[in-house]
DNA sequence: TATAGAAATAGTAATTATTACTATTTTGAG
DNA sequence: CTCAAAATAGTAATAATTACTATTTCTATA
């Protein structure tokens, strides 16, 4: 891989950002720093440091893929009130792992997880 | 929720097909019976299924949504070999739950979860 | 049983995320 | 330096899904 600025902006922002981003708003933040900049180039560049593990794609049950810097695998809470997602920690990630690989025999090389459900902050709280 | 014939013949599709499908593919198992039927109406109505609970949207790290009819709530591995999408014991997403819910307090409502590997049949085997 | 209004449909158009394409520019090894 | 491989910007294309609308189908109840 060869190296490019524009790749290496992309990469900051995520560091920077200590929340989940989509492609559009990696796009954006990126933009303030290099008004030029494609969205393709954003979205390529998304791949391959996904692909690299340098980031994380996050496959979520509802609007578009988001991106997440935390290097480390985790797995993710999407709390249907306030629809924030949330990372999960990874001992969690590793202890799922495992129930998965001892039941199954399957090499788990990677997880997609997204739990549904209500977080601290709404529960108790009436529909709004 | 009006009764419709054409929700009918998708719901008997989906029972008569062990696997996954994906809208497309549910789209033309029902045109073999109803010919006229929309490809609208097939989306209106797994989104309506899903909701209800009848059946299952599964949202997978690579080409588009896949639906399961299997009632009880289980998750998925996927081969990144043979790229087949296989369903987990449901005490496994049982057990997973459990995990979160002990950890983190959060009361888990729904699982998205989709777990890559190699499975057993591609296990040892070369790369094609 | 007739009927009115709500819900569902077919067919089409629109939207949106993402990828593909291409001419040009950047990078880095020799 | 030089040159080929890789990356980019900008645009066009693709594909999944949703929105829209005129028409049809359900079903509660008169």
Same mark, same amino acid.
């Not at 954006?28 to 390529?44: A, F, H, N």
């Not at 025999?105 to 209500?118: A, Q, R, W």
């Given at each position: 891989?060869?190296?490019?600025?524009?790749?290496?902006?992309? %990469? +900051?922002?995520? @560091?920077?950002?200590?929340? *989940?981003?989509? &492609?559009?708003?990696? /796009?954006?933040?990126?933009?303030?720093? %290099?008004?030029?900049?494609? %969205?393709?180039?954003i979205?390529?560049?998304?791949?391959?440091? #996904?692909?690299?593990? %340098?980031?994380r794609?996050?496959?979520?049950? /509802?609007?578009? #893929?988001? =991106?997440?810097?935390?290097?480390?695998? *985790?797995?993710? =809470? =999407?709390?249907? @009130?306030?629809?924030?997602?949330? #990372?999960? !920690? &990874?001992h969690?990630?590793q202890?799922?792992? +495992?129930?998965?690989?001892?039941?199954?025999?399957? !090499?788990?090389?990677?997880?997609?997880?997204? =739990? @549904?459900?209500?977080? *601290?902050?709404? *529960?108790?709280?009436?529909?709004?």
């Amino acid at each position: 891989m060869k190296y490019s600025h524009q790749r290496e902006l992309i %990469l +900051q922002v995520m @560091k920077q950002s200590l929340g *989940h981003l989509t &492609a559009r708003q990696v /796009y954006q933040r990126v933009k303030e720093e %290099l008004p030029t900049i494609s %969205l393709g180039t954003i979205y390529r560049n998304l791949n391959v440091l #996904d692909e690299q593990n %340098l980031i994380r794609r996050i496959v979520v049950p /509802y609007g578009c #893929d988001e =991106f997440d810097y935390n290097p480390t695998e *985790h797995s993710h =809470f =999407f709390c249907t @009130k306030c629809e924030s997602l949330y #990372d999960l !920690e &990874a001992h969690i990630d590793q202890k799922m792992k +495992q129930v998965v690989e001892e039941t199954t025999g399957y !090499e788990i090389t990677n997880t997609n997880v997204v =739990f @549904k459900g209500v977080c *601290h902050k709404c *529960h108790g709280r009436k529909e709004g």
